[in-house]
């Protein structure tokens, strides 16, 4: 049986998710809605297995060692300790990131 990690999302992360729907809401709703859901779903998903995902080129630059999961347009930047995985940012994949 796999080993389960725990999931965590951050208030940076949050603020992020907030921003995006608004983002999409001003066209539609609906839209919005569902793409967050989709995106919450892929986020809790890295209990299982986080490690599946690669690092972050930003490494090389911040000596750290965060990965990042890609949903569509956007990548949610995480780390992983112990047998948790905190979620840090949610960012457009075209943006620097900005920890």
């Not at 986080?50 to 990548?75: A, D």
């Not at 047998?83 to 990131?97: E, F, Q, T």
Request: some cysteine.
């Amino acid at each position: 049986m796999p080993k389960k990690f725990s999931v965590y999302i951050t208030q940076s992360a949050q603020n992020d998710l907030e921003h995006i729907f608004f983002y999409i809401a001003c066209d539609n709703v609906n839209n919005a809605k569902k793409f967050i859901l989709e995106l919450e779903e892929k986020l809790y998903s890295l209990d299982t297995f986080p490690e599946r995902c690669p690092y972050i080129p930003e490494n090389n630059y911040f000596g750290t060692n965060y990965r990042h999961l890609i949903h569509k347009k956007y990548r949610a930047v995480y780390k992983i300790v112990k047998n948790s995985v905190y979620i840090l940012r949610v960012v457009h994949g075209a943006k620097l990131l900005d920890l």
